[in-house]
């Protein structure tokens, strides 16, 4: 949440000479304001409008955005600042920022469709597996990936009456002997692709919570984002979370 916009709206102004350098802030203000939603001309223009400022020719305006280098254009006609200028403007004008515990997310490994209206710890989780991905934290996002899923397996063996099968005194037993149950035993409908790469999305977990010298990449975890959406899914509605 931004604090005082209007007085954004000038200090934007003041810090940039070029008028489609304005603009992209601006493009950038709309995705804050509106958390994540694209802008389009005409509302870069109501920008212009709330500066004092004289409205932008809107077929120099598309122009200039299309050769922008930290604006993505979106199919449809609207605008989105790139991940370069949401970082460099976010600390530039970070006392303008309502510190919140919201966390903001574009759902680059599970979509928030996915987890919204479960729970809310489980909403919880899916917003900061993607915000840890999002912001080049991998281990914390390999730990947080195995979290989840080591949740969802738990919730499924209790909503398919086998969790007497995985407790283990006032606990649950260890993540690996559970994924070698379900492997073995098939207490529960997974694809034949989720139950291949189960074991891998835990030690991925394992490796960035225990291992000393090592660091999850991305490219470690975009090995994986497919088949984890399909995994997450799969058992949001084996453990009826989803209906």
């Known amino acids: 949440m931004i604090n005082n916009s209007s007085t954004l709206i000038h200090c934007i102004?003041?810090?940039?000479?070029?008028?489609?350098?304005v603009a992209a802030a601006f493009v950038w203000l709309h995705y804050r304001l509106e958390e994540g939603q694209e802008c389009s001309t005409q509302k870069i223009n109501s920008y212009f409008e709330q500066a004092n400022l004289p409205?932008?020719?809107v077929t120099y305006l598309k122009e200039d955005l299309r050769k922008h280098r930290n604006i993505l254009s979106i199919k449809g006609g609207g605008y989105k600042p790139t991940r370069?200028?949401?970082?460099?403007?976010?600390?530039e004008f970070n006392q303008f920022f309502l510190k919140t515990?919201?966390?903001?997310?574009?759902?680059?490994?599970?979509?928030?469709?996915?987890?919204?209206n479960t729970r809310g710890y489980i909403e919880t989780l899916g917003k900061q597996i993607n915000a840890s991905y999002e912001h080049n934290i991998y281990d914390g996002c390999s730990v947080l990936m195995r979290r989840l899923l080591?949740?969802?397996?738990?919730?499924?063996?209790?909503?398919?009456?086998?969790?007497?099968?995985?407790?283990?005194?006032?606990?649950?037993?260890n993540l690996s002997v559970i994924i070698n149950d379900i492997i073995q035993h098939k207490r529960f409908s997974l694809s034949k692709e989720v139950l291949s790469v189960l074991d891998r999305f835990r030690m991925l977990g394992n490796l960035s919570a225990h291992k000393i010298q090592y660091n999850a990449k991305k490219a470690y975890i975009d090995e994986?984002?497919?088949l984890y959406r399909v995994a997450i899914e799969e058992l949001l509605y084996i453990s009826k979370i989803k209906a």
């Open 224 to 226: 994986v984002i497919t």
């Open 101 to 116: 515990e919201e966390v903001v997310c574009e759902g680059l490994i599970l979509p928030t469709s996915l987890y919204e």
């Open 150 to 173: 080591e949740i969802l397996l738990i919730h499924s063996y209790e909503a398919t009456g086998n969790i007497t099968v995985i407790q283990d005194g006032d606990g649950y037993k």
């Open 84 to 91: 370069t200028l949401l970082l460099e403007l976010d600390a």
């Open 13 to 21: 102004c003041e810090r940039f000479s070029a008028k489609k350098d």
């Open 55 to 57: 409205k932008y020719n």
